[in-house]
C-alpha cells in the first residue's frame, strides 16, 4: 500500500510561511490571532489568508494553531475565528481544547495537539472516535510506543516530532511556568522556566553545582531515523519552532526536505505528501 510522507513545517509570519514552502516543506502550521500555543506568534485571518494562497499554489497544506485551552468566556471568540480561518482558505486547524468539536464548524481536519499527551493506543483511540482526523503525538513516544498508537487507529494521521526544542515535562502536562508567575504554558504564555539556571542542592544543603541549565534539555534531532518512524506509522513529520527565525526555517526545512527525498527514492511504498 502506497503511503503518503508529509514534511511539516513551522511559520512565524508571512515570510517564514514563504521560506517554509520554497525550501521543500509539503504542509505549514501557523499561530492564529488567539489561543495558540505560542502567544508571540499570532498572525491575523488576512495574513494566514495569504499564506494559504501561497501554499495553495505548491499544493502546500496550511494548519492553522488554535491550540490552548479555552475559558468558556472564550468560546464564541474561538469558534468566531475558527471560522474565519476555515473562510481563509486553511486545511486544518490544531486543536486542544474539545469544545472545537462541539462547535459545528464547516467542514475542516481537526488535529489533536500534541498538548492533548497522547502516548497511548487508549488515548489515541478515544481521540480518533471523537472525531480528530490526525493526532500529534507526545514528544516522549518511544517506537514503541508510535507504533501501537499506529496500529490502534489505522485510519488516523500520525504527526510526530523529528526537531526542534522539546519541554523536559509532558507536553500539555507542565504546570511550572504558572506556579511561578499568572503565565501558563497551557494558555500559550509559557514563562519557559526550565530554560533558566539553577543550583542543586542535596538533602543536607550543600550546594553541588551553581548556575547550570539543569532542566533544559538539548533540541531534538531525529533526521537519521525517518526511516525507522515511517515503519512505525508516522505520516507527518513535524519540525519545532515557531517562535524560530526565517534562517532557522530555510536550513531546517532544506535538510528534512533532502533526508526525506532520499528515504521516498529507495523505497517503492512512500511518495511525497504535495506532489
Same mark, same amino acid.
Not at 526537531?163 to 523536559?168: D, M, S, T
Given at each position: 500500500?502506497?503511503?503518503?510522507?508529509? &514534511?511539516?513545517? !513551522?511559520?512565524?509570519?508571512?515570510?517564514?510561511?514563504?521560506?517554509?514552502?520554497?525550501?521543500?516543506? @509539503?504542509?505549514? #502550521?501557523?499561530?492564529?490571532?488567539?489561543?495558540?500555543?505560542? +502567544?508571540?506568534?499570532?498572525?491575523?485571518?488576512?495574513?494566514?489568508?495569504?499564506?494559504?494562497? #501561497?501554499?495553495?499554489?505548491?499544493?502546500?497544506?496550511?494548519?492553522?494553531?488554535? $491550540?490552548?485551552?479555552? /475559558? @468558556?468566556?472564550?468560546?464564541?471568540?474561538?469558534?468566531? +475565528?475558527?471560522?474565519?480561518?476555515?473562510?481563509?482558505?486553511? @486545511?486544518? &486547524?490544531?486543536?486542544?481544547?474539545?469544545?472545537?468539536?462541539?462547535?459545528?464548524?464547516?467542514?475542516?481536519?481537526?488535529?489533536?495537539?500534541? +498538548?492533548?499527551?497522547?502516548?497511548? !493506543?487508549?488515548?489515541?483511540?478515544? /481521540?480518533?472516535?471523537?472525531?480528530?482526523?490526525?493526532?500529534?503525538?507526545?514528544?516522549?513516544?518511544?517506537?514503541?510506543?508510535?507504533?501501537?498508537?499506529?496500529?490502534?487507529? !489505522? @485510519?488516523?494521521?500520525?504527526?510526530?516530532?523529528?526537531?526542534?526544542?522539546?519541554?523536559?515535562?509532558?507536553?500539555? %502536562?507542565? #504546570? &511550572?511556568?504558572?506556579?511561578?508567575? !499568572?503565565?501558563?504554558?497551557?494558555?500559550?504564555?509559557?514563562? %519557559?522556566a526550565c530554560r533558566l539556571p539553577y543550583d542543586l542542592v542535596d538533602e543536607n544543603g550543600k550546594r553541588l553545582m551553581s548556575g547550570k541549565h539543569l532542566l533544559s534539555l538539548r533540541d531534538l534531532n531525529l533526521s537519521q531515523h525517518l526511516d525507522d518512524m515511517a515503519n512505525?506509522?508516522?505520516?507527518?513529520?513535524?519540525?519545532?519552532?515557531?517562535?524560530?527565525?526565517? $534562517?532557522?526555517?530555510? $536550513?531546517?526545512?532544506? /535538510?528534512?526536505? $533532502?533526508?526525506?527525498?532520499?528515504?521516498?527514492?529507495?523505497?517503492?511504498?512512500?511518495?511525497?505528501?504535495? +506532489?
Amino acid at each position: 500500500m502506497m503511503k503518503t510522507v508529509e &514534511l511539516l513545517a !513551522p511559520a512565524k509570519d508571512f515570510a517564514s510561511a514563504v521560506a517554509a514552502v520554497d525550501y521543500g516543506a @509539503d504542509a505549514v #502550521y501557523i499561530g492564529g490571532a488567539k489561543f495558540g500555543a505560542r +502567544q508571540a506568534a499570532g498572525n491575523s485571518v488576512e495574513e494566514i489568508a495569504r499564506v494559504a494562497e #501561497y501554499a495553495h499554489r505548491f499544493g502546500v497544506r496550511v494548519h492553522a494553531a488554535l $491550540n490552548t485551552l479555552l /475559558w @468558556d468566556s472564550e468560546l464564541e471568540a474561538a469558534e468566531r +475565528q475558527a471560522r474565519e480561518l476555515i473562510a481563509a482558505g486553511i @486545511d486544518a &486547524l490544531i486543536v486542544q481544547d474539545t469544545a472545537f468539536l462541539r462547535m459545528d464548524l464547516p467542514p475542516v481536519e481537526l488535529h489533536a495537539s500534541t +498538548q492533548m499527551c497522547t502516548m497511548t !493506543p487508549d488515548r489515541a483511540r478515544f /481521540w480518533s472516535d471523537a472525531g480528530f482526523s490526525r493526532i500529534i503525538l507526545e514528544r516522549a513516544a518511544t517506537l514503541a510506543e508510535i507504533r501501537g498508537i499506529a496500529d490502534a487507529v !489505522p @485510519d488516523t494521521g500520525i504527526e510526530a516530532f523529528v526537531h526542534g526544542a522539546i519541554c523536559v515535562a509532558y507536553s500539555g %502536562q507542565c #504546570y &511550572l511556568s504558572r506556579s511561578m508567575s !499568572p503565565r501558563s504554558g497551557n494558555r500559550g504564555a509559557c514563562l %519557559q522556566a526550565c530554560r533558566l539556571p539553577y543550583d542543586l542542592v542535596d538533602e543536607n544543603g550543600k550546594r553541588l553545582m551553581s548556575g547550570k541549565h539543569l532542566l533544559s534539555l538539548r533540541d531534538l534531532n531525529l533526521s537519521q531515523h525517518l526511516d525507522d518512524m515511517a515503519n512505525a506509522g508516522v505520516s507527518s513529520f513535524k519540525i519545532e519552532g515557531r517562535l524560530k527565525d526565517i $534562517n532557522y526555517v530555510r $536550513n531546517v526545512v532544506g /535538510w528534512y526536505r $533532502n533526508r526525506l527525498d532520499g528515504l521516498i527514492a529507495g523505497r517503492s511504498d512512500l511518495r511525497r505528501a504535495s +506532489q
